[in-house]
């Protein structure tokens, strides 16, 4: 079942904060998050696992509560090139082969201007 | 460059017709992806490969096949196109298929039905 996003848009100014959600009425065992430019391929960001470790972005940092069965992204003094859509994914089980493929949520659009 | 190659970069054919698009994966990843992106439905995932055996089918319809080669490159093969196939083809790799892993995206084939 694919994880929900929100909010759907978000416009920022440069310099400003944003949060983006990702929620999953399952179990949520990581979170992924990648971020896709208009055009281009979705690039990956950081990966939430559960115990807190985090591995990824330096500039950007998120959060995962197992329990809400929700993360968030949190983008900080917002630079142009942060604009594009954020997408989550989960993936079907805990880590372990077989189960790597990922289930995203719809995206959100993030545009940054000057 | 991502080190994930997609050929063709963008493909236009007729309804009715088949097409072959091929994915070579980053190198030392064995694990390799297909989504397809329309801008209705998302990145939706198709199917994974693991050192040439398929691990996990997603949405796939049966007019679409893929396959990974002992050198670990991908084909995807879609037969009797039709209007609504028209999308955006990613290919991932990853080095295990394993969801602590993350993500290269392969910079896509933009596939135009007509």
């Known amino acids: 079942q694919q994880p929900v996003q929100s909010p759907q848009a978000v416009i920022l100014r440069e310099g400003e904060d944003a949060v983006i959600n990702c929620s999953s009425s399952?179990?949520?065992?990581?979170v992924h998050w990648y971020r896709q430019k208009h055009g281009e391929a979705p690039v990956f960001l950081m990966i939430?696992?559960?115990?807190?470790e985090q591995k990824g972005h330096e500039k950007i940092s998120a959060s995962f509560n197992e329990k809400k069965q929700q993360s968030s992204l949190y983008l900080t003094a917002s630079q142009l090139s942060y604009s594009g859509t954020y997408f989550c994914g989960t993936p079907p089980r805990a880590g372990g082969t077989s189960y790597g493929k990922l289930t995203f949520g719809q995206g959100t659009i993030l545009t940054v201007h000057p | 460059d991502s080190g994930v190659t997609q050929t063709p970069k963008h493909l236009i054919t007729a309804t009715g017709q088949r097409v072959t698009l091929r994915c070579s994966p980053r190198?030392?990843?064995?694990?390799v992806y297909w989504y397809q992106q329309s801008l209705d439905q998302g990145l939706q995932f198709l199917i994974q490969?693991?050192?040439?055996?398929?691990?996990a089918k997603g949405n796939i319809l049966e007019r679409f096949s893929a396959q990974q080669f002992p050198d670990l490159h991908s084909e995807l093969n879609l037969s009797s196109l039709e209007l609504g196939d028209s999308a955006l083809y990613f290919c991932a790799s990853s080095v295990e298929p394993d969801p602590n892993y993350g993500y290269t995206f392969g910079s896509g084939t933009r596939l135009t039905v007509v």
């Open positions: 190198s030392g990843d064995l694990s």
């Open positions: 490969y693991y050192n040439g055996e398929e691990r």
């Open positions: 939430l696992l559960k115990g807190g």
């Open positions: 399952k179990a949520l065992y990581s």
